[in-house]
């Protein structure tokens, strides 16, 4: 897992990170990095998908 999420781009680990590894939400990401909610949900989707497909998974 460590190595996929060194695979994502630095905006993509900018939301996972503190998501997933802090419990922050979407919100207090965004505010975090000083981006819009709506960026924060494209980016980790977009990191999902690359995360699926680093550990060679399906994406569901």
């Known amino acids: ?3 996929a999420l060194r695979n994502l ?3 993509q ?3 996972i ?3 997933f590894y802090e419990g922050l939400d979407n919100r207090e990401v965004a505010q975090a990095i000083g981006k819009p909610v709506g ?6 989707h977009r990191a999902f998908q690359s995360l699926a497909r680093a550990l060679g998974r399906d994406e569901e």
């Open 9 to 11: 781009t630095p905006d």
């Open 39 to 44: 960026s924060v949900k494209s980016l980790q």
């Open 13 to 15: 680990r900018q939301v």
């Open 1 to 3: 897992m460590r190595r």
């Open 17 to 19: 990170v503190p998501k």
